[in-house]
């Protein structure tokens, strides 16, 4: 349990995981943002308006899945780290996994890492299919993997072999 | 001995984020500021959070904390209204609104119109068996020691606390590439945002709530730690005990607000175990007891740096206000500062501060 | 080596020496103060003030928020004896 050692249960991801139709259609985000803190840099982060605007800064982040196409912008504005795009179409047996990462050194593209769920276990080999990194992002560069798509809501780091 | 007084209009004591924002907010309404902070940089704890802050995108939110401070610390350098003082400590306030200031080996005396005491809190510690060896820091020391000097304490580390700077400072050790091998928090339930809670958990450390840290281990310097779980009359559970390996162990057990001069100033005081200790009685203008002292940050109370951000603008807009300053401006700007604050503080999380500002406001 | 558990690091001072001296009798931190000369050193009481008030209103049975501060005199951090003796005037205008 979350507030209990940082983990959310299959509960708390139940409310946060788009119905299986529109994670058929597109890349969306995934908001494992659960507590209502203050905070709302992922309100003015959409293009689209995806997420937002919030009437009060304390609003848990609701996504509208027809406006989020899965672009990512928002990824490296949310302090908490905790906004995932994940794509189901990205292949026959591989998801993507786009997510914010700050550790040095970044993973080259092309190379095999270890893929990590939310409690820091090791569950599946992954792929480093791109690793984003401009100036604006001010240090979170948001890395593409590929993971077996069983994983796709499981897979949320990972580690460097 | 021949003691000369210069007599400034305010003195903002502490230059971290309450600080800074009192000096500019008094500044730009005309105010002359004279700032003194103990230290050789301007920022106060700002200059070691590396990590994007949480608040309001209008105010900085998912800036990074090292750049706010290198953003406010360029506004005050270069504001003609501003005299910045660095390396220069407050070691008395004295009757008659006299500071008395050390900098440079050297003593001097100023008597401000109007004071603003901005120097923030310190780390508490903790007691348990073989806690003075080598090896155990506040949490805040080490993330001064590994963000600002670059140096690691150790290679693998015990935190105590999951408070958020437990868990930030956690985060950027990780960072700095030493190993977690556990935090503990004695509370069931985790202080931190969950979200940093969830960040440094898929990175591998594990959060052990309702645990303590029973003692240190080690004859010259740290080499272990005895943790176990602790009932709800805090008292270990049998059983429980696990040995870990590490050569470091943070302590992040909370702050104490720094209201030394406050007492010297004669302000009233008063016990607020939610704003972490004894802190000023003050009213909305962050004025204490004692007219043309004001206290902002966390010596009024801890809380995050947003909102000392917001209570050192208040104080600083308050004071210069009350000294003739900005009087058509006032308005406006103290109900937009106001709410701004509120709004930091309106949500489940801000329930402690809350009930502890019930406590400690006046008027 | 033997357990102890410091609770003023600048004067070196126990748990157990606190502990013994509130069963002497001592009941506020101005007295733990003069006793164990807790509070002098360079913190200034700075770490062991909160420890040292939890343990006389566990031991006392008194409130926490009655419990009296100590009173602070400047200079409130050290200052060098040699700043303190030369004064705001620089030597040689003295």
């Known amino acids: ?161 | ?363 | 080596m033997e357990d102890k558990t410091i609770i003023c690091r600048c004067e070196d001072v126990t748990l157990e020496e606190i502990r013994k001296a509130i069963a002497e009798g001592a009941r506020t931190l101005d007295e733990i103060k003069r006793l164990k000369r807790c509070g002098m050193g360079p913190c200034q009481g700075r770490t062991c003030r909160p420890l040292i008030a939890g343990e006389i209103a566990r031991m006392t049975g008194q409130n926490p928020a009655e419990l009296a501060l100590p009173t602070f005199r400047p200079p409130v951090v050290p200052l060098k004896l040699g700043t303190l003796a030369r004064g705001g005037v620089p030597d040689e205008q003295a």
């Open chain 2, 1 to 363: 001995m021949r003691q000369e007084i210069s007599f400034v209009e305010i003195a903002v004591i502490g230059g971290g984020p309450a600080g800074l924002c009192a000096a500019l907010e008094a500044a730009n309404a005309g105010a002359r500021v004279t700032l003194l902070d103990r230290q050789d940089r301007l920022g106060g704890q700002l200059i070691k959070q590396t990590h994007r802050f949480f608040g309001s995108q209008s105010h900085r939110a998912s800036e990074r904390g090292i750049n706010i401070a290198a953003e406010l610390t360029g506004q005050v350098m270069s504001h003609p209204h501003i005299e910045a003082l660095t390396g220069a400590t407050v070691f008395g306030f004295y009757e008659d609104g006299v500071l008395g200031v050390e900098r440079e080996g050297k003593i001097f005396f100023i008597k401000p119109a109007r004071v603003i005491v901005a120097t923030g809190a310190a780390e508490k510690t903790l007691a348990f068996p073989n806690n003075d060896l080598p090896g155990i820091y506040g949490a805040g020391a080490v993330q001064t020691l590994v963000n600002v000097y670059g140096v690691l304490p150790g290679k693998r580390v015990l935190m105590v606390g999951a408070g958020n700077i437990g868990v930030i400072v956690t985060y950027q050790l990780l960072q700095a590439g030493m190993e977690v091998a556990a935090i503990v928090e004695a509370a069931p339930k985790i202080g931190a945002y969950w979200v940093h809670a969830a960040k440094v958990r898929r990175a591998g450390v594990p959060i052990y709530t309702s645990h303590t840290i029973g003692r240190a281990c080690g004859t010259r310097q740290v080499e272990g730690a005895v943790i176990w779980q602790i009932d709800e009359q805090g008292q270990p559970v049998p059983g429980t005990e696990k040995d870990l390996v590490v050569d470091t162990i943070c302590l992040s057990v909370g702050l104490s607000p720094l209201v030394e001069l406050l007492a010297q100033a004669g302000c009233r005081l008063v016990y607020v175990p939610q704003l972490g200790g004894h802190v000023p009685l003050r009213d909305a203008s962050l004025q204490t007891t004692v007219p043309g002292v004001y206290v902002a940050g966390d010596a009024a109370g801890v809380e995050e740096a947003s909102a000392a951000m917001m209570e050192g603008a208040l104080a600083g807009l308050h004071a210069a206000y009350s000294l003739g300053y900005n009087q058509t401006g006032y308005e406006a700007r103290r109900a937009e500062l106001q709410q701004q604050l509120d709004s930091l503080r309106s949500g489940p999380v801000g329930e402690k501060i809350r009930s502890g500002l019930s406590r400690a406001m006046i008027g």
């Open chain 1, 1 to 161: 349990m979350l507030a209990v050692d940082g983990v959310p249960t299959p509960e708390d991801l139940a409310q946060k995981i788009p119905p299986p139709e529109r994670l058929a259609r597109r890349p969306v985000v995934i908001a494992e943002c659960f507590q209502p803190i203050p905070c709302d840099p992922c309100s003015h982060a959409c293009p689209r308006q995806a997420i937002g605007p919030f009437k009060d800064i304390n609003e848990i982040p609701q996504v509208d899945y027809e406006k989020c196409n899965g672009c990512g912008q928002c990824i490296t504005r949310c302090p908490g780290l905790a906004l995932f795009v994940v794509d189901l179409t990205y292949g026959e047996n591989e998801a993507l996994i786009k997510l914010p990462y700050e550790f040095l050194p970044l993973p080259e593209e092309g190379q095999e890492v270890a893929g990590v769920n939310r409690a820091g276990e090791k569950v599946c080999r992954a792929r480093v299919v791109k690793v984003v990194k401009t100036e604006k992002m001010d240090k979170t560069a948001v890395i593409w993997l590929a993971v077996p798509k069983d994983l796709a809501m499981e897979v949320r780091h990972f580690a460097i072999k």
